[in-house]
């Protein structure tokens, strides 16, 4: 289940798409963030499990694992709305 998500950002020359994807047949979350005009701009990272559970405990995160593609999903429109009423 993909998340294929814009972000505009006015301070950025062109807007960012985010891809988020827990894979149905491991236990790791990919992300994926790319600048469509820009072709060099690339992050990429996977989170599995278990680097989460060390993350939630070490930073007193709130949700679980198989929340966290939602959440960033929400934060992500969060941000692309902010940015939109600027």
Known sequence: ?????QLHITSLS??????????STTTTLHIN???PTQHTFLY???VDTQT??????????LVEFNQ???KIEELVKQCSSTENQR
Do not use: C, D, H, Y
């Not at 289940?1 to 998500?5: A, D, H, R, S, T």
């Not at 062109?14 to 894979?23: D, G, K, M, Q, T």
């Not at 989460?52 to 995160?61: A, L, M, T, V, Y």
């Open 33 to 35: 963030i790319t600048a």
């Open 14 to 23: 062109s807007p960012l798409a985010v891809l988020v994807n827990i894979s």
């Open 52 to 61: 989460f559970e060390r993350w939630k405990e070490q930073q007193g995160i």
């Open 68 to 70: 966290l593609e939602s």
């Open 1 to 5: 289940m993909g998340l294929p998500l």
């Open 44 to 46: 990429k990272a996977k």
